[in-house]
């Protein structure tokens, strides 16, 4: 069984599902996705995300406004320990800074940051990092506001073996997703093969990143199964064992018993 921790469910394309969630979801467990997590991207549609995936016990929700998105309700730390309280919100984000697609004065990416960094040391519920081209200050900032404290994920890892360190000491899990699948990511290829077996989860991060064979098409949590197996292949060993580590590690960090 696999776990897909990283999904916008309320962003996949569901034309080839006769634009019908249910079907999506019966799809995804007769391809034996035992769990979906499914992320926070802003305030504003998170009324509709938490309708589409209600009723489903396989599916659970985060909570956090995204760094990149602008023009949005920026909440107070109040504001996500309110919406973080409800069960099956289980983690914090995605949040984190983004020096990529975000320029200029970044000092409202950072109090953003810092502010899901307090919600969640209040909820001790883990947080889910988005970091780009801004690696140093994220664990600048983690450190400083005590996030090893709740630790969390460093979702879609893009880094370098030293940034995983450092992470993994601050008590973060490292997420790979399509991209450790594509040609040039060397480096995160590296680091896959010597990240900790009790640290690591897959993921998706669908819509978006569709691994190899399905790059640049839309994505699906049903595709994890690729993740999975690119990092069998670069650990030498099976897709089952990849399969049961990340399943158990999911568990142990969000503190969850299987369904
Ligand atoms: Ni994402």
């Given at each position: ?216 098409r839309p994505n699906y ?24 580590l990340s399943t158990e ?11």
């Amino acid at each position: 069984m696999l776990i897909d921790s990283h999904c916008h469910l309320d962003r996949i394309d569901l034309k080839p599902y006769q634009d019908n969630f249910d079907c999506f979801m019966q799809e995804a467990e007769a391809s034996q996705i035992e769990h979906l997590l499914c992320i926070a991207i802003d305030l504003e549609s998170y009324p509709a995300m938490l309708d589409l995936v209600a009723g489903f016990r396989q599916i659970s929700v985060t909570v956090g406004v995204h760094p990149n998105v602008q023009d949005c309700q920026d909440p107070s730390v109040d504001e996500l320990v309110a919406l973080g309280q409800a069960d099956n919100v289980i983690g914090i984000g995605e949040t984190g800074l983004d020096y990529f697609r975000s320029t200029g004065d970044l000092f409202w990416q950072h109090q953003r940051f810092r502010n899901h960094i307090r919600a969640a040391k209040i909820l001790k519920k883990p947080l889910i990092i988005h970091t780009r081209e801004a690696g140093q200050d994220t664990l600048r900032i983690l450190e400083e506001e005590g996030a090893r404290e709740i630790g969390g994920i460093i979702h879609c890892f893009t880094e370098d073996w030293e940034f995983a360190e450092k992470a993994l000491d601050l008590n973060f899990y490292i997420s790979f997703s399509g991209i450790v699948t594509f040609n040039n990511a060397k480096e995160i290829k590296e680091v896959a093969k010597k990240v900790p077996a009790d640290r690591f989860l897959i993921e998706t991060d669908s819509p978006y990143l569709a691994p190899v064979p399905f790059r640049g098409r839309p994505n699906y949590p049903t595709y994890v199964r690729y993740v999975a197996e690119h990092l069998a292949e670069l650990c030498g060993t099976s897709l089952n064992k990849i399969a049961d580590l990340s399943t158990e590690n999911f568990y142990t960090l969000f503190k969850l018993k299987p369904l």
